[in-house]
Each structure stands twice: as C-alpha cells, then as structure tokens.
C-alpha cells in the first residue's frame, strides 16, 4: 500500500502564490504519474495538473501559465507552484499516484486552498 500525505494549504489572497507538497511512500516513486486534482464545493474533482515519470507535464486550462508541477524523484516527492491565485482557485487539493500497469491508484487526505481577499 503506497501512502500518499499532501501538505502545504492554506489562506491566501488573490494574486499571492502557494506551494503544495505531496510525498508518497515506497520505493518505485519514479515509475508513477503523479497528479493534483481539486474539489470545489458543489463542484466535480478536476484535473490541475499531472506528471510522468519521465517529467512530461500537462495542465487542466484553467490554471495553464499560473500553476507549475515538478516532482522530485530522490524525495519521493511531487510539488504545485501556484502563482497568481483566483478566487476560483479555491478547493481541496488532492495528489493522487498512479500505476496503470498495475491498477495502482492511490490518493492523498487532501489540503486545503482557500483564496480569498
């Protein structure tokens, strides 16, 4: 069982950046894409932003140009630099880890971004 612990949430205001971390457990962190997705209430989880294993990126339209992902695969670890935050960037945000080959699906607690002035 992979355990997957994001951190990093909080209160910000509009414009401001965020920086969340998610690290996942184990020792074959580097075979698994990695993705964000958030949750606004009354709102379906989307898609923030997702990651390869071998880096490749790719970002819901919404936060194209504003959100960045990076992982690090010494620290078993995947981060979300958020810059110029909206209002509509509020939700709780999930780092999920995946392994299609083995049907490995695993999901973080969740943190939670609130943007608010």
């Known amino acids: 069982q992979v355990q997957v612990v994001e951190s990093g949430g909080g209160l910000v205001r509009p414009g401001e950046s965020l920086t969340l971390s998610c690290v996942t457990s184990?020792?074959?962190?580097?075979?698994?894409?990695m993705g964000w997705y958030r949750q606004a209430p009354g709102k379906q989880r989307e898609l923030v932003a997702g990651?390869?294993?071998?880096?490749?990126?790719n970002y819901g339209d919404s936060v194209k140009g504003r959100f960045t992902i990076s992982r690090d695969n010494v620290k078993n670890a995947t981060y979300l630099q958020m810059d110029s935050l909206k209002l509509e960037d509020t939700a709780v945000y999930y780092c999920?880890?995946?392994?299609?080959?083995?049907?490995?699906?695993?999901w973080g607690q969740g943190t939670q971004v609130t943007v608010s002035s």
């Open positions: 999920n880890a995946r392994r299609p080959v083995l049907r490995a699906d695993f």
């Open positions: 184990g020792n074959t962190f580097r075979l698994y894409f």
């Open positions: 990651i390869s294993p071998g880096g490749s990126t």
